[in-house]
């Protein structure tokens, strides 16, 4: 090559020496990419169409805690659109200032979102697991873990909606989550066992396969049955430990505590079902193996998402045993192996329950202790049951049952505002709409109404914005989305549960009532009812975190990302004579339920509100809980002393002892 060919592009007369070697460097864009193999590349730059996805495992990771080759990996940014795209040219209507606006909130974002170049990133201490809790997980870490999860999916498709990110090769926002998680070893219960998941509760929800994977309780991101090789008598064999029934081999899952399971391949498809035999190997084998040692197998049920009819819901309803076993024919004449498994008695109620509620849901006439059917009067588009099985109490004390606020505090804006001009619906990443630069350029909720990230404050439309009533900015103002009920507690009185599933980050109620001053406060509290149905933003509130880690996604850390809360000024909420299904939440020291100030404007006045949104995914049937705060010093009820507060009876195992 010295002689000639580097030089220029016309070879040299005369034969050419085959043996010596040329010194040719490969081209970097040549690197092999061996998509979901042992092989592949762990981390780097990858070509155009190609990015890292480790389903099961993360890269292995060199003594220095980097990646080994010396490779910078890619970051989440590096999928984005190029910067700059559609932000030249001024407005048709000639408004400087709006685009001026819409430029400073733009370079707020460009600022807020730039990639974190050059900064190490551990990942067990930006989100707190050590090795020893990726071999063995907890339930504190198993909720550390699903809440990570989901914080960085709801940020990529936040992303993803405003068009900041390109597509690449992975598009589904769970499994980009998935992928940067395990990338940087963020999981646990990697040991796989047979039984029960350490920090994994019966009846837990997941609306994600990935989410089985990073927690431990099923590994295989698409395959029905999850495997261990173990020693046997004469030599290693492997057994079955978990099984997902999600319908699609047409399992028989009528039955609360039994399932027809049906083995895995035989060349299937969804319009051909069973053309060939299924074979007697991988996950039919392990099952096999398991019905003559009778070892437990963890059983997770798909069940269709009611509120997302082309997604499902998967529900882990805890160990069952292979009794049985056959050979049957399928409808298209092949042979498959069919599996009963049984429920190991004495465990707590999971599928049983969903059967439950769907039959409570149909209007099943002779349930135990139902004693009104809508307890909003029609006030709610979707009836509020009131149930009472424990004792003989008929109802709670009585109330005007109000979906809001009554007599609202209002403050007038420094500025006019006349609210957004967006035709039909506000759309994320528009920078000309006015109430997306309020929210610092970032659309707050993502599909489904969901919530991205805990703000100091929520800027939504309001009456004067030209948006559509169903714009998804209103998201606070739509009423209840899930079917409430009213129950009474064993020993907490009356408390709230839903009879659907609850995503995290979905909107639940507001806390409605009248708006009241302190001086009222003052005379509740002298009156003993400081506590009762009464919600005051300047009380004490225990610190969590929520939000997803900005280094996790490569993006710059500023004060943007804070979760404190910035009130413009204090609202105390009475709901003891009018109010609506908030009023019956009660305290917990480990809640699954916080609240979010929230502020719309009308006629040049801004309106604060208080709204309700999950912590986790709620299972159906499970109570609503928030945490009531502590009153700080100076306020109704906030000396140190024990006056005036109230006995915590939550059970959580971080129970302060009390509240109020």
Known sequence: MEEGLAQNSVPPSGPIDKSRILDVKPMRSLIPVFPMSPQAPASGQYPSGFSPFFPFGGPQQGSSGAPRGGAIPAPIRAYRSPAGAGDGGTSMDGSSGRKNAASRSARSAAKRNKKAVGVPVDASGLVGISPAQREDGSQEVVHLIMTTFDAIRRRICQLDDAKELSSGSIKRSDLKACNTLMSKGIRTNLRKRVGAVPGVEIGD???????????????????????LHVKGEFEEEIIAISIVSSGEYDDEAEDNDVIIYTGQGGNFNKKDKHVTDQKLERG????????????????????????????KIYVYDGLYKIQDSWVDRAKSGGGVFKYKLVRVPGQPSAFAVWKSVQKFKSGFPSRTGLIIGDLSSGAESIPVSLVNDVDNVKAPAYFTYFHSLRHPKSFSLMQPSHGCSCGKSCVPGDLNCSCIRRNDGDFPYTGGSILVSRRPLIHECGPTCQCFPNCKNRASQTGLKHHMEVFKTKDRGWGLRSL?????????????????????????????????????????YEEFKWNYEPRLLEEVSTN??????????????????????????????????????????????????????????????????????????????????????KRCLCGSSKCRGSFG
Not at 212 to 221: F, K, R, T
Not at 524 to 529: I, Q, R, T, V
């Open 205 to 227: 929800i997941f609306y994600f396969r990935m989410e089985l994977c990073i927690v431990g309780l099923h590994a295989p991101s698409m395959g029905g049955i999850d495997s």
């Open 560 to 645: 943007d990302s804070t979760e404190d809360y910035t009130m413009p000024y204090p609202l105390i909420i009475s709901a003891k004579n009018v109010g609506n299904v908030a009023r019956f939440m009660n305290h917990s020291c480990s809640p699954n339920v916080f609240w979010q100030p929230i502020l719309y404007e009308e006629n040049n006045q801004s309106f604060l509100h208080v709204a309700f949104f999950a912590i986790s995914h709620i299972p159906p049937m499970n109570e609503l809980t928030y945490d009531y705060g502590i009153a700080s010093s100076g306020h109704a009820g906030g000396s140190r002393d024990s006056k005036g507060k």
């Open 500 to 540: 659907d599933p609850i995503r995290a980050g979905s909107f639940i109620c507001e806390y409605a009532g009248e708006v009241i001053d302190q001086a009222r406060l003052n005379q509740l509290a002298k009156e003993g009812d400081a506590n009762e149905y009464v919600f005051d933003t300047t009380r004490i």
């Open 284 to 311: 039919n084998l392990a099952l096999d193996r398991s019905s003559r040692q009778r070892n437990e197998v963890r059983v997770i049920r798909g069940i269709r998402d009611g509120a997302n009819p082309n997604s």
